[in-house]
């Protein structure tokens, strides 16, 4: 009898093992797709995006052009490293103004996310302009979409059409939004990236970017991350929020 019931644990370990390997690889995997350092299947030419992003952002953008609005894409799937080279170059940048750690953080994070916490890192996030008329010189500005801006069509015709295809801006108008500025550029597709938000939230941010080459990352406290997720990553339209309470 004994040795059944060892036999039977021992089956049952072996069993068991490559199933707890297999589930640790791939919540691994799955960490490294949310912050920008796995390799996702990415759709387009003058774009990047996941499938089911890409096909629906061709839709909105065939639909756009029979209103002679044509989208043009500036900026979407952006890696790890990518973000890191961009946040590096601005904090020393900022450095050398003379900008505290503090300020020089928070100056970044107007507009632009620590390596391993953009949207972008999740292939469902687009920035847009319009490709007509031309605009020499930074095309990311608020007030080109606004008033009689040259992407002020595009912008109206995006708040009228976009959430039909499942796009949404992420860091929207509203006074009560915390975290990132306005951006009138940014979308979402909201399938993908409601589903991305819900996991990244389980993510350790702490441990992930601890041993990165980030810098100011020994600010990155567990008050200060706390605080970023909060304002920043969760200071998103509600609508792209899971409905789910935690
Ligand atoms: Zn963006």
Redesign the pocket.
């Given at each position: 009898m004994k040795i059944t019931a060892f036999l039977s644990l021992f089956f049952l370990l072996n069993i068991l093992q490559p199933l707890v390997a297999q589930e640790q690889s791939t919540a691994s995997s799955l960490t490294l797709l949310l912050t920008g350092q796995g390799s996702p299947v990415l759709i387009g030419d003058e774009y990047k995006l996941v499938e089911e992003a890409a096909v629906a952002f061709e839709n909105m953008s065939q639909a756009a052009a029979q209103d002679s609005i044509i989208i043009q894409a500036v900026?979407s799937y952006r890696s790890f490293d990518r973000q890191l080279a961009i946040w590096n170059r601005k904090f020393t940048k900022n450095e050398a103004l003379g900008l505290t750690p503090d300020q020089n953080i928070k100056k970044i994070t107007e507009y632009s996310t620590i390596p391993g916490t953009?949207?972008?890192h999740w292939g469902s996030?687009?920035?847009l302009i319009a490709a007509e008329p031309k605009v020499e010189g930074d095309v990311?500005l608020t007030r080109l979409f606004e008033n009689e801006g040259p992407y002020a069509a595009l912008k109206k015709w995006m708040d009228a059409h976009a959430n039909s295809f499942g796009f949404y801006l992420?860091?929207t108008k509203e006074d009560k939004r915390g975290g990132f500025q306005y951006?009138p550029?940014?979308y979402s597709y909201l399938p993908t990236s409601k589903k991305y938000l819900e996991w990244y939230l389980n993510l350790e941010l702490e441990s992930i970017l601890k041993d990165k080459n980030i810098l100011g990352k020994e600010y990155f406290t567990e008050e200060y991350m706390q605080h970023y997720l909060e304002e920043y990553i969760l200071g998103i339209s509600p609508e792209l929020l899971s409905q789910k309470k935690e």
């Open positions: 900026s953009s949207r972008h996030d687009i920035d990311l992420v860091y951006e550029w940014h």
